[in-house]
């Protein structure tokens, strides 16, 4: 593995904390500024808005530089604004810290998935993405039980302090571990065969998105993500509410899901090296099938256990896969990679909000999985048919012309 690599997957892993720890503080934060609980939990939405526009803002701006400086400079501002949380004297400050480290976090993992393929043979690259999310999903299992731990005992400051480190240390890593020419735009000596010899500038990077493919492949991310989340984000009433766990089990329940995640990453990355296309319908059909059979064995805890993490594993398997699949077809454009990452934060929104309906209107607490198999199968349907235009597409490429 390169050692580059382990350094983007340290810079994951700090974004991914700084995420996911709030949501274990959110009661300590309130009462230090005494705020409500309504608006502390702005700082969790206010962070999920920022990553969505920072993606594609700070992308399209740094379009000519070339990514390693990006990427230097990006964990930067995530230390920053986990400095800014840290020594918050107000809750405005403390919002304005979450919103920087969060402008962040879509161009990150956007541009660093670029940068992770440059780093192994191409045959390997969604495995060189997979490794990056690594960290991306092993801080979804610790996040919150880490943030709980950190805050209980030292302070909820403590945990923001903490993460700063780690993004020091992912800052000092990227810096003198990852390659300078893994990140130019293009490379020196071109590109690694097989690889796509990506824009620089804003202008044609935009020109990308005149592929079908890519608004398929961006409509497909978001859909999945909306299938998984809109299950995922009422996921702890299904288990006090129907499965029959008591409030204490949601914290360790949530682990196993999370594991999911992490064993969904490596093993989409492996296989979508090997058929792309293929493991990503196959992903968004398991996904459906195993939301659906949760709605309907919800009842069992030991069904709720299983299926919790088969969840994760198939929910999570498509990401590798779906990032190199859009770069490919926008042939390496930085602001394709980038606005996958806000698709997904688009399909959380509207997943949970949805979700949050057929809750609403009686519907019961196994809803929102039904709900999230529905928006699954569209993802499936819509993977289909992007597979088939692209195999469509390959063949009349291969049709000799007169």
Known sequence: MPSGLVALALG???????????????PQVASSFAVSEAAAGRLISGYALSVAVGAIALTAATARLPRKQVLVGLVALFVLGNLLSAVAPNYAVMLLGRIVAALCHGSFFGIGSLVARRLVVPEKKSQAVAVMFAGLTVANVLGVPFGALVGERWGWRAAFWAVTAIGVLALAGIAALVPAWAGRTP??????????????????????????????????????????????????????????FAP?????????????????????????????????????????????????LAGSATASVVLVFVMGVTGFASVPGMITRVTDHAHGAALAASANVSASNVGNALGAWLGGLAITAGLGYTSPLYVGAGIALLATVVMVIAARQARSSQVEDRVPTR
Do not use: C, H, K
């Not at 994951?12 to 959110?26: D, N, Q, V």
């Open 248 to 296: 204490a089990d949601v914290a360790w329940l949530l682990m196993v899901y999370g594991v999911g995640l992490v064993v969904g990453n490596i093993v989409g990355g492996r296989a979508a090296d090997r058929d792309r296309d293929r493991a990503l319908v196959l992903a968004l059909a398991g996904l459906t099938l195993t939301l659906a059979l949760f709605g309907l």
């Open 187 to 244: 490379a020196p000596s071109g590109t690694a065969e097989g690889e796509p010899v990506p824009p620089s500038g804003l202008r044609a990077q935009v020109r990308a998105f005149r592929s079908w493919q890519v608004w398929l492949t961006l409509t497909a991310t978001a859909l999945g993500y909306g299938g998984m989340f809109g299950a995922f984000s009422y996921i702890a009433y299904t288990f006090t509410e129907v499965s029959g």
């Open 12 to 26: 994951g892993f700090g974004i991914g904390l700084t995420e996911f720890l709030i949501a274990g503080l959110l």
